[in-house]
């Protein structure tokens, strides 16, 4: 028996937004997206920032090593007074 690959799936079709808390404000922060995205395909991952193809290097402090890191932003605060962004 193999799995029908052609049946639509309902739970698959609408991704449950994800949203984490801001570590600065405790606002709500989105998910952001790279690459360049169909609209319909924006509509599936809702609460999600869309950067399209810029990956901007942000660097960091980590408090538990003391290290500068760099990497690629994963969340945005939504709150627009503070718009902090990590990963
Ligand atoms: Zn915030």
């Known amino acids: 028996m193999t799995p029908d690959a052609t049946t639509p799936d309902p739970s698959a079709r609408k991704k ?45 402090e980590n408090p538990a090593s003391g290290k500068t890191e760099t990497g690629a932003p994963k969340w945005v605060c939504q709150n627009p007074d503070c718009r902090h962004r990590w990963w």
């Open 16 to 60: 449950r937004a994800v949203t984490r808390r801001c570590p600065m404000c405790g606002n709500e922060a989105w998910r952001i997206a790279y690459g360049m995205m169909p609209p319909s395909a924006r509509e599936r991952v809702p609460k999600t920032v869309f950067e399209g193809c810029m990956i901007l290097m942000e660097s960091r």
